[in-house]
């Protein structure tokens, strides 16, 4: 008896400071590592000419924003996710919806478009650089290219998911088939759709990488590149940590808008343990 | 009268399996049918074909022209589960044949009819299940049917939700004078809510059996002619194997 009413009481204790410090759960395991790092690299233990101290790429980052450099190479990088990412997944959704609603569309597509996935993208890249130059069309189309298939993926699953039985009520109302779209199979794929977005958006920062390291004048791959060449590690972290705060702030953003198309869901939003 | 919904010798296979073999049967006007018998005799399957969801059958479905008028199509139908869109909130639900032109007025009067007024803004997810199928019976209504088709809509929900549904539907059938074509394998459902029971049993399925049940309602649910009836069906269960 006694065991169990200690067993008891202790979730009660740790609930009341839970909150607080819950939300900061998260920064534990990165600023521990930063400080570590702050400190090997001063004390001498890292050579700072190869792994620059946490404080040393700050200043490179603040450099940078003084001068508009970072401006200049951020609106390039974002434009070209932007644009690339919009057009692959506007695409997909086209195509994933009429390969998913139609079974002679299916026929006819699906093998080619597997076939294609079965093609690494950066595979297509000196195609494009011989067609389209090195200009931005070739950086848009290989990032469109990456969005893709993740999108055209899931919606095509999701949509093959649907409980045939919500879509009898449909046929029960005599809904023709756009309205049977529009009502029932959209907003029921919708959550395989954000799934798909979600992927999408991480390889189109990927492929935005590999873009500017092949060919670029400006972005944030071409920071990369360019540290590279003139050694400066500290211009090449500065770039990657631009890099995940980027992916990082465009995926909050799509999982919000995520948490507000889907607030209907009933799914699991797993366990405290 | 004639008849508001006709099923004339309907043949059915899944395949070569053999499920429904000449079964007909008409629904009057304000007329209440419970068609009984065990799981997988097909009598889900027939209110499919009432219910314009399953063509591939021989046989006629006749309508009613009457039933064709107005918005509606003139039949409502309420399945084993509530099958409610999840992304819509329980009004949008009851309205959802006439999307965002449904009739507001109306859908509150269907919600207040089924005991729902409260919860027109939840969603599905937080209702219970017996006010989930509440809110599918009140999205049946919707359509102002002559005719409710009902595929064991009170199989899910414990027993004494149940018997509060089998109330409601009873009440609404008469306010509104709609015909009921109910799908039960529950004796005690197909009695208490019906003015006929047709017996559907054997191997491919056929009528055994119909039993009318002379009794004015409200119901007694204890009383000995319901039971002398139930008993009655059980033989005819017993005799054509179904049990």
Redesign the interface.
Known sequence: MRELSLQARQPARLRRWRPSLARLRGWLVPLAILALLEGLVRGGVLPSHQMPAPTQVLETLSSLAASGELWRHLSASLLRVGAGFAIGAALAILIGTWVGLSRRAEAYLEPTFQALRAIPILAWVPLLLLWLGIDETPKVVLIALGAFFPVYLSLLAGIRNIDR??V??G????FGSTTLIR??LL??A?PSLFTGLRGALSLAWMFLVAAELIAATRGVGYLLSDGRETSRPDLVIAAIVLLAVLGKISDSLLKLWEARA?H???AYQGGEV | MSALLELKSIHKAYGGRRVLEDVSLRLAPGEVIALLGPSGCGKSTLLRIAAGLDRDFAGQLELNPLLQFGTGSGLGVVFQEPRLMPWLTVAENVGFAAGRRADADWVAQLLEDVGLSGQARSLPRQLSGGQAQRAAIARALYGRPQVLLLDEPFSAVDAFTRMKLQELVVELARRYDIAVLLVTHDLDEAFYLSDRVLILGGTPSRLQREIAVPLEHPRDRRSAELAYLRGEALTELYQSHAI
């Open positions: 039985k919500l009898e009520v046929q029960l109302h005599g009502r029932i907003p029921a919708l889907l209907w869901r009933d």
